[in-house]
C-alpha cells in the first residue's frame, strides 16, 4: 500500500481553518483532532466545525476522537462527512460494536492506543477496523517530542498484520517529522500524521512532498514492505 500524509490541522490557524485546510493540497487525508478536555487535557473542536470543514474541502477528513464515551459521539462524525472515524481503545465501552457501526454508516473505522497501551489484547479485533493508530506521544497536544519507546510497538502490529494476512492501514501520530518519519516507516507504518512539521513549516504544501519521499524510500527498503 502507498504511503499516505495526512497533516493534522491542530497545528493550523483555527481562525482560517478552510484556508488552512486548502494549504496542504496533495494530502491524502486532513486529519482532524477532537479533544473533549475529558479523555485528554485540552479542548479543540466538535460536530459542527467537522462538518464546515467537510464542505470547505475536497480532502477527506480523518477525524481522531480523543473523547471519552466515543460510542456514543462517535458516529455524529461519520454523519459530520469524516470518512475516517478514530477511536480510543482506552475509552471505548464496545470497540467492536462502535467499529461495526462507524463501517454500517460509510466510514472507515479506526482504533487509537495511547503510549501505554499494548496491542496484543487487540489482535484478534483488528479485522473489524480500517485502520489501527499508534501514538507516538501522549495525546492532548501538537508539538512534542516523538517517543522513540513505540518503535517496537509499531513492528509487533506491523507482524499481526502480515501474519493475518489484513488490509489495515497503520497510522503514527505524534512528534513525526524529516527527523523521525522515516524510523516510523521502517518499523511498519504506512500513514503519517504531521502537526507542527507541516504547519509549521514555511511552505506546508512542500513539507508534505518531503515527508513522503521520505516515507517511500524507507519503506522501499523496510523489510516488511520488500517482503511483500
Ligand atoms: C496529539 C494529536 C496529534 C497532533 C500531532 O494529541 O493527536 O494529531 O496534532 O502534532 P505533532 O505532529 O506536532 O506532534
Ligand atoms: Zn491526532
Redesign the pocket.
Known amino acids: 500500500m502507498a504511503v499516505q500524509i495526512n497533516p493534522?490541522i491542530?497545528?493550523a490557524d483555527f481562525a482560517r481553518l478552510a484556508d488552512e485546510a486548502r494549504a496542504v493540497h496533495g494530502a491524502d487525508w486532513l486529519?482532524v483532532?477532537v479533544m473533549d478536555n475529558h479523555f485528554?487535557p485540552n479542548l479543540t473542536l466538535g460536530v459542527p466545525v467537522v462538518e464546515s470543514l467537510a464542505r470547505a474541502t475536497d480532502t477527506p477528513l480523518d477525524c481522531?476522537l480523543?473523547m471519552t464515551d466515543p460510542d456514543r459521539w462517535a458516529p455524529q462524525y461519520v454523519e459530520a462527512g469524516a470518512g475516517s472515524v478514530t477511536f480510543h481503545a482506552e475509552a471505548a465501552a464496545a470497540p467492536v460494536r462502535l467499529a461495526r457501526e462507524i463501517r454500517a454508516k460509510g466510514a472507515r473505522a479506526s482504533m487509537a492506543l495511547k503510549p501505554a497501551t499494548p496491542i496484543e489484547p487487540y489482535e484478534d479485533l483488528l479485522p473489524e477496523l480500517d485502520m489501527l493508530l499508534i501514538?507516538t506521544?501522549e495525546?492532548?497536544?501538537?508539538?512534542?517530542a516523538f517517543l522513540d519507546i513505540m518503535l517496537p510497538k509499531i513492528r509487533r502490529t506491523r507482524e499481526l498484520i502480515g501474519k493475518h494476512g489484513l488490509d489495515l492501514w497503520l497510522q503514527v501520530?505524534?512528534?513525526?517529522?524529516a527527523a523521525t518519519i522515516e524510523r516510523c516507516a521502517e518499523a511498519g507504518a504506512d500513514v503519517f500524521?504531521?502537526?507542527?512539521?507541516v504547519y509549521g513549516a514555511d511552505d506546508p504544501e512542500a513539507a508534505v512532498r518531503a515527508l513522503r519521499t521520505q516515507a517511500e524510500e524507507a519503506t522501499g527498503t523496510a523489510g516488511w514492505a520488500c517482503a511483500h
Do not use: I
Open positions: 493534522s491542530l497545528s486529519h483532532d485528554v481522531h480523543m501514538m506521544v495525546p492532548g497536544f501538537g508539538g512534542q501520530d505524534g512528534g513525526v517529522s500524521v504531521a502537526g507542527s512539521a
